[in-house]
């Protein structure tokens, strides 16, 4: 058969072929390559009638609807090997043989992505990818060895997609610019306006100037203008024009009385506001509103509060961790927020992860977060990882999912949760002894009562609240001097815990308190919660929190299936059953499985903490170095869980050899979305604290000093609340940043306006 033949086969088929030097790889002298690749019978005679000894190639991309993977001698073939333990099995799919001995995978083109040309795929020597603007060279043409490229199989097999796990790897979503890295347009060429209303940043914008007191003639009107403009172009960092827009549109409108827009002294004397804002700065930073609403990403978020310097030192990659092998997250929501980085568990897991995401329409860190939980109290007591002497880590973990009533929250925590719940008979363990079962799960969050499950259970506790919010707030509740918050710290860190019991006089002693916490919790309560004194005490930087976009609830035939509900249910029992390492006689305790770190996986580790450990000295903001603090910690926790995870999905004989980089580097990653999350949702919740604050004490200074007060006058009044003038001085600050009142006079005087 002539190699004309074989090409109108090909072309048949749909694959846009074009002309191959002999024995070469590289197109024909004189052609275009693979932009004259062609289908049509008449111009692919043509080539071939020009050149009947030329050999064959075909153009990957979207237009001949394949991908190929090509994979290179032994190292290619181990590198595939690791890929696979990874991300899953390669389906059965059409395959050709290279001259030299390689193997070209063809695969379907996925829809909604785009597949590039890759050298060394995730870093994998010996694996590239041709995608678009690619091409591959087909059988029976020559390769410069001398050899000639086949097809071992059946040629006509049908080609395979591949699951999504590849195609986050091979075709990672590119993350789109966020509105305030658009680039600026010359004023020469400065496109109009955006639409009012069209991005997450004008649409808040909007909300806030509706919240912004109006402009009253003989109130301090030209002061609330000034204000508003000032929040809109420092504030939300609105393009001076749209700033103008709106301040007309939603501003003016409610003022008494309005400024005529059609009077020319009227609208000079209007829009120089949005000037002035531009030659006096103010107190506040830059884009302090996009920080307040969590509209920009938890990295810009770090900066902006600690600063650049402590920034890059926070969230740069390390440079003992190979980056490039990291798929680009795939952000799902809006202003950059980062998708869970669902890649790093094991592929069945995450497979399960997305799955439990569809079926109940949540963001996969509703999931992702809380199956890191349910695995580390699966693995309790039985599992520490030793990071140096008198340095070791439990698996214990507590998560918050944040959103409004009503975002279905509960729906797959209690899916995730069923597989923890189930009973394990104590005939079905073969060391009965050595693994002790007891309830794990408990709703009853009140500290008598998990005291009492702890006393019952030696593997450690998981509490699941469809409310945190009842947890956080039953702390003292009944107590006049504080102790259940400090009970609750030693838990996170599964400290020993005694308790003296007034009945019978009887002490309660637990070796290892460990409990987990997972659960949900609405935004304003979150508010209320997360107060200062709670970061002092170090209660809220121990809480990892994830609180995505909301999401358009709609019916979907979506479910999870059989196969991945009963994966990740035998690596929670799998985890489960594993027993103590042994029983010390001295003590009568049992002793867990003590994990230690390869010397490069332990590097990298040791790059994070060291990152944390400059934040914390660097930051001037204490809840900056509580988050940074609790990293290095939370962290190391992370790390410990993936393990876990990783030997329930392949159950090796030996499970105390030490962590390699795998664990490591998911531990780090799933620590960094982590931090990016509590820094973006912080900066939520401590503005709506400081709005009601600001709020409940514009109220009483109206009741008490009818409108106008001294800062002494505030300081007496409330004594135990402010002890000094300078404390009453900032919360009378508070007040005027909301722009509800003034000072009259240098920060000795407060009016209302």
């Keep these: 058969m002539e190699m004309l033949d074989h090409a109108l086969g090909y072309a048949e088929r749909g694959w846009p072929v074009f002309r191959i030097a002999p024995g070469t790889k590289k197109p024909f002298p004189g052609s275009h390559g693979f932009k004259d690749a062609a289908t049509n019978e008449i111009l692919v005679t043509?080539?071939?009638?020009?050149?009947?000894?030329?050999?064959?190639?075909m153009a990957t991309g979207k237009t001949s609807g394949v991908w190929v993977l090509d994979i290179d001698g032994e190292e290619g073939s181990r590198n595939l090997t690791l890929l696979e333990g990874k991300f899953g099995p390669l389906p059965d799919t059409l395959e050709s043989r290279t001259g030299s001995g390689g193997r070209h995978l063809f695969f379907k083109w996925p829809a909604a992505r785009e597949v590039r040309n890759k050298q060394a795929l995730l870093g994998h020597k010996g694996i590239d990818v041709r995608g678009e603007g690619g091409y591959v060279v087909l059988p029976p043409s020559g390769h410069p060895t001398g050899q000639v490229y086949a097809w071992p199989y059946e040629q006509d097999m049908p080609i395979a997609g591949v699951s999504e796990l590849w195609i986050d790897a091979i075709a990672p979503v590119k993350r789109p610019l966020a509105p305030w890295e658009q680039p600026t347009p010359s004023s020469a060429s400065a496109p109009p306006p955006k639409p009012v209303g069209s991005t997450p940043i004008l649409q808040r914008a909007q909300a806030y100037l509706s919240e912004c007191e109006p402009a009253v003639q003989g109130q301090g009107g030209h002061d609330k203008l000034l204000w508003a403009a000032r929040a809109l172009v420092v504030g939300f960092q609105i393009e001076e024009a749209t700033a103008i827009s709106l301040l007309w549109s939603d501003f003016n409108p409610r003022c008494s009385p309005q400024w005529d827009q059609s009077n020319p002294s009227e609208r000079r004397d209007f829009e120089r506001k949005v000037q002035q804002v531009n030659q006096t700065p103010g107190e506040k930073p830059p884009g302090w509103l996009l920080d307040e609403y969590g509209l920009r990403s938890g990295e810009i978020a770090v900066a902006n509060i600690v600063g650049d310097r402590i920034a890059n030192a926070l969230l740069a990659r390390y440079s003992s961790l190979d980056t490039d092998n990291t798929p680009d997250p795939d952000p799902e929501a809006i202003s950059q927020r980062t998708a869970f980085p669902l890649h790093h568990f094991p592929h069945q897991m995450a497979d399960y992860c997305r799955q439990v995401a569809e079926a109940h329409v949540v963001d996969p860190s509703f999931v992702g977060l809380p199956m890191l939980a349910i695995a580390g109290s699966a693995m309790g007591n039985c599992w520490r990882l030793k990071l140096k002497k008198n340095f070791v880590a439990c698996p214990q973990l507590w998560i918050g999912l944040v959103a409004p009533s009503g975002s279905n929250k509960s729906g797959p925590l209690h899916e995730v949760l069923a597989a923890l719940r189930k009973t394990i008979p104590t005939e079905s363990l073969e060391n009965p002894m050595l693994n002790p079962q007891g309830r794990t799960v408990v709703s009853d969050a009140t500290l008598e009562a998990v005291i009492a499950r702890l006393a019952e259970n030696p593997r450690g506790l998981c509490v699941f609240r469809d409310e945190l919010a009842g947890w956080l707030k039953s702390f003292n509740a009944y107590k006049k001097s504080g102790g259940d918050e400090q009970t609750w710290l030693e838990m996170w860190s599964a400290h020993p815990y005694t308790v003296d019991r007034k009945t019978n006089n009887e002490q309660l002693h637990i070796p290892a308190a460990a409990v987990?916490?997972?659960?949900?919790?609405?935004?304003?309560?979150?508010?209320?919660?997360?107060?200062?004194?709670?970061?002092?005490?170090?209660?809220?930087?121990?809480?990892?929190?994830?609180?995505?976009?909301?999401?358009?609830?709609?019916?979907?035939?979506?479910?999870?299936?059989?196969?991945?509900?009963?994966?990740?249910?035998?690596?929670?029992?799998?985890?489960?059953?594993?027993?103590?390492?042994?029983?010390?006689?001295?003590?009568?305790?049992?002793?867990?499985?003590?994990?230690?770190?390869?010397?490069?996986?332990?590097?990298?580790?040791?790059?994070?903490?060291?990152?944390?450990?400059?934040?914390?000295k660097l930051s001037r903001n204490e809840h900056v170095k509580s988050f940074a603090i609790k990293a290095q910690v939370q962290s190391a926790r992370m790390i410990l869980i993936h393990r876990g995870m990783l030997l329930a999905e392949t159950r090796p004989e030996k499970i105390d050899a030490p962590i390699g980089i795998e664990s490591v580097r998911a531990g780090v990653e799933w620590m960094n979305w982590a931090l990016a999350e509590q820094m973006r949702i912080y900066g939520f919740a401590d503005t709506e604290r400081r709005r009601t604050e600001a709020a409940s004490l514009a109220d009483s200074l109206r009741a008490k000093f009818n409108g106008t007060a001294s800062v002494r006058q505030v300081q007496q009044s409330n004594g135990k609340k402010w002890k000094t003038a300078e404390a009453a001085r900032e919360s009378i600050q508070n007040v005027i940043d909301h722009g509800l009142a003034r000072w009259v006079d240098p920060q000795k005087t407060v009016e209302l306006i």
């Design 516 to 616: 987990s916490v997972v659960g949900g919790m609405q935004p304003r309560v979150l508010a209320e919660c997360f107060d200062p004194a709670r970061f002092a005490s170090g209660l809220v930087p121990r809480i990892l929190v994830t609180c995505p976009p909301e999401k358009d609830r709609h019916w979907t035939e979506a479910e999870v299936s059989d196969g991945a509900e009963t994966a990740w249910a035998d690596c929670i029992h799998w985890l489960r059953t594993r027993p103590f390492k042994g029983l010390d006689p001295n003590s009568n305790q049992f002793m867990p499985h003590i994990l230690t770190m390869t010397p490069d996986a332990k590097a990298i580790y040791v790059g994070f903490f060291e990152a944390m450990q400059r934040v914390a």
């Design 46 to 57: 043509r080539m071939w009638d020009e050149q009947p000894d030329a050999d064959i190639g």
